[in-house]
């Protein structure tokens, strides 16, 4: 599962952008998403691609590893391309790199940044209720996970799926589901029992700190900041 | 089944921003009008729920990657309220790692939040009357048939109804008949009726673009609804036989 993934590159890693400070990757995140949105000319898309592809190979970020989740935009962005191809091929290619790209920026970000910091930071600005609810959603994820691919592989061992007969799969990945459900929420009940002997009160603390970490930090910003600003000026070259 | 997977710089950005408005202030107003005690409970069971959808939309069930996305059943499970802020949890992991894209995260969660409110509300009446297999199967489709058709009102109004569909590109449909008749009047009167043929013909083309398109997309949403109604209702069938007071709250 490419949570799972994601969660084992951001916390292991050892690249440039998994040393900078949250904020600022948060920041620069933005600005190389609205790069990407806001740019029409296919010329500015490829040069945006090839800056966000350097980031990756200076972030030792696998490629191979990540690159198949731009697969699942560049797929969905093909229905919309196709349409505007009826125009111009070039406002189809168009499509289908805005939508590439901006997928590479948030990977970029997920792949150097473990989820709990992006948590911490996004509590800063979110009710609490709902941080918290990340943050159980996400360690709930892993517990359950496990748990589903136990009783996937069970079903698979007695032949309950193969993929070619969709209603057999449904009928019993429905029984895997319900079994999990069932377990998750007694789970649950627990997890509430002991939180509350803890002291919950509803906000989960979050101890990370948002301030850069030095120089690097304050360049990453800036970078991001100057692509912004050489996508939006006009070029006459 | 309903999720937009529609990536980012395709829908404008300030429905996006407006999608994110309307569902963070749903959210906020969600939260105050929640006992604070009450909704501190409930959270670990609702997180259980948004990571059951993340584990269901990663399951395939046929050899394409076609999956149940289990909005309804996280809202009969925990409700509508909770379920809307599972919803908005789900599409924001999932937009961090491309499906969907992360400037339409709050139009996502509106679209799917509505398929929640509906599909709790309608199973909750439904159950009184039906059983509850068959009460989850009509939320189930009553839910993701509004989210669908907002969907599908969503990116018609952004991408334009005439560029949704496969269409016929040499100029605009209404101003052909004008200008061919007019044309065939003044310098051709004995082609008319070969213009005339032509002009059929082109309108009939037309209308096979249109039915065929609108056939296939009608065509896939029922499959989908049906696969989900039907994943639900299993779902849910199962809980009766084994731990029914999760239905009963």
């Keep these: 599962m490419h949570l799972a993934e994601m969660d084992h590159l951001s916390v292991n890693g050892k690249g440039f952008f998994h040393r900078r400070g949250t904020?600022?990757?948060?920041?620069?995140?933005?600005?190389?998403?609205?790069?990407?949105?806001?740019?029409?000319?296919?010329?500015?898309?490829?040069?945006?691609?090839?800056?966000?592809?350097?980031?990756?190979?200076?972030g030792s970020i696998p490629l191979k590893k990540v690159g198949h989740l731009a697969l699942y935009p560049a797929f969905f962005s093909l229905i919309f391309a196709l349409m505007m191809a009826q125009q111009s091929w070039v406002n189809g290619l168009v499509i289908i790199l805005k939508a590439v790209g901006a997928a590479l920026t948030m990977l970029l970000l997920i792949a150097t940044t473990p989820y709990v910091d992006i948590f911490a930071a996004l509590s800063k600005v979110l009710p609490g209720l709902l941080v918290d609810l990340m943050i159980f959603t996400y360690r709930a994820f892993f517990l359950l996970m496990e748990k589903m691919q136990a009783l996937l592989r069970i079903i698979r061992l007695r032949g309950g799926y193969d993929a070619m007969t969709p209603l057999k799969n449904l009928q019993n990945l429905t029984r895997a589901l319900g079994t999990l459900v069932i377990q998750a929420f007694e789970m649950s009940e627990r997890i509430y029992q002991i939180l509350a002997i803890r002291g919950y009160s509803g906000r989960i603390p979050l101890r990370h700190s948002l301030k850069p970490r030095g120089t690097a930090d304050f360049g990453l910003m800036l970078a991001g900041m100057v692509i912004l600003m050489g996508t939006v000026m006009k070029w006459n070259l | 089944m309903s999720h937009i997977h529609v990536p980012d710089g395709i829908i404008p950005l300030s429905w996006g921003a407006g999608g994110y408005v309307v569902s963070l202030l749903i959210m906020i107003l969600i939260i105050r009008s929640m006992d604070a005690a009450e909704a501190r409970q409930r959270i670990p069971a609702t997180a259980m729920a948004a990571a059951i959808m993340i584990i269901g939309m990663s399951v395939p069930l046929f050899v394409v990657p076609v999956h149940?996305?289990?909005?309804?059943?996280?809202?009969?499970?925990?409700?509508?309220?909770?379920?809307?802020?599972?919803?908005?949890?789900?599409?924001?992991?999932?937009?961090?790692?491309?499906?969907?894209?992360?400037?339409?995260?709050?139009?996502?969660?509106?679209?799917?939040?509505?398929?929640?409110?509906?599909?709790?509300?309608?199973?909750?009446?439904?159950?009184?009357?039906?059983?509850?297999?068959?009460?989850?199967?009509?939320?189930?489709?009553?839910?993701?048939?509004?989210?669908?058709v907002l969907m599908v009102l969503l990116v018609g109004s952004t991408a334009g109804f005439s560029e949704v569909l496969p269409h016929h590109h040499h100029g605009e449909h209404d101003e052909l008949p004008a200008v061919t008749l007019t044309e065939t009047q003044e310098n051709e009167p004995h082609g008319h009726s070969h213009q005339h043929g032509s002009f059929h013909e082109e309108l009939e083309r037309i209308r096979y673009f249109t039915f065929t398109g609108w056939a296939a997309v009608g065509t896939i949403f029922l499959a989908g609804?049906?696969?989900?109604?039907?994943?639900?209702?299993?779902?849910v069938g199962y809980f009766q036989r084994v731990k029914p007071q999760l239905i009963d709250r």
């Design chain 1, 23 to 58: 904020l600022s990757k948060l920041v620069f995140t933005i600005f190389m998403l609205s790069s990407w949105i806001i740019s029409r000319e296919l010329s500015q898309l490829l040069l945006l691609l090839l800056l966000i592809l350097f980031f990756f190979v200076m």
């Design chain 2, 68 to 148: 149940l996305s289990l909005a309804v059943l996280t809202g009969i499970l925990v409700g509508p309220k909770m379920g809307f802020l599972a919803v908005f949890v789900v599409n924001l992991i999932l937009a961090s790692f491309g499906h969907g894209g992360i400037t339409i995260v709050g139009l996502n969660t509106l679209l799917i939040g509505s398929e929640v409110l509906v599909g709790s509300v309608v199973f909750k009446g439904l159950k009184q009357h039906l059983s509850v297999r068959k009460g989850a199967f009509g939320a189930t489709m009553a839910g993701v048939a509004l989210s669908m």
């Design chain 2, 225 to 235: 609804l049906m696969l989900e109604a039907a994943g639900t209702s299993l779902i």
